[in-house]
């Protein structure tokens, strides 16, 4: 009878499969992150590769795109939809990027004329 185990017979080879991985990887690891460095991967692997506990963000990101999307607009590909969505939720950190970029110029340009 191959293919129906108990489930803990099947949990023993899930876990013994996941240990024969993470043993291949910590192998590999030495090699692509020194262990200098191996704290900040692992910091940043559970920063960025961590679900979102909640559906605000997506739900707020469909807002947006019903936004863009009106009757007028209904004629866009794709492409340029996602231009318009991005262009819409990036630019406040452009507009402060540019601003501070301006500020920047400004002061440099008042030092050289005292």
Same mark, same amino acid.
């Given at each position: 009878? !191959?293919? *129906?185990? @108990?489930? #803990?017979? #099947?949990?023993?080879?899930? !876990? ?9 990887? *910590?192998?590999?690891?030495? #090699?692509?992150?020194? *262990? %200098? ?5 692992? &910091? ?5 590769? @961590?679900?979102?506990? *909640? !559906?605000?963000?997506?739900?707020? /990101?469909?807002? %947006? +795109?019903?936004?863009? /999307?009106?009757? &007028?607009? !209904?004629?866009? =590909?794709?492409? =340029? ?5 991005? /262009?819409?939720? +990036?630019?406040?950190? /452009?507009?402060?990027?540019?601003? +501070? ?14």
């Amino acid at each position: 009878m !191959s293919g *129906s185990g @108990t489930p #803990e017979s #099947e949990e023993v080879l899930v !876990s013994s499969h996941m240990e024969q991985e993470w043993d291949t990887w *910590s192998r590999k690891d030495e #090699e692509l992150f020194p *262990s %200098t460095q191996r704290k900040v991967w692992i &910091k940043l692997f559970l920063k960025y590769n @961590t679900p979102i506990p *909640s !559906s605000a963000a997506v739900e707020r /990101l469909f807002s %947006t +795109a019903s936004d863009i /999307l009106r009757k &007028k607009r !209904s004629s866009l =590909n794709s492409e =340029n939809f996602e231009l318009f969505l991005f /262009l819409k939720k +990036a630019m406040p950190f /452009l507009i402060c990027s540019l601003t +501070a970029d301006l500020s920047m110029l400004v002061a440099m340009n008042w030092l050289r004329l005292q």
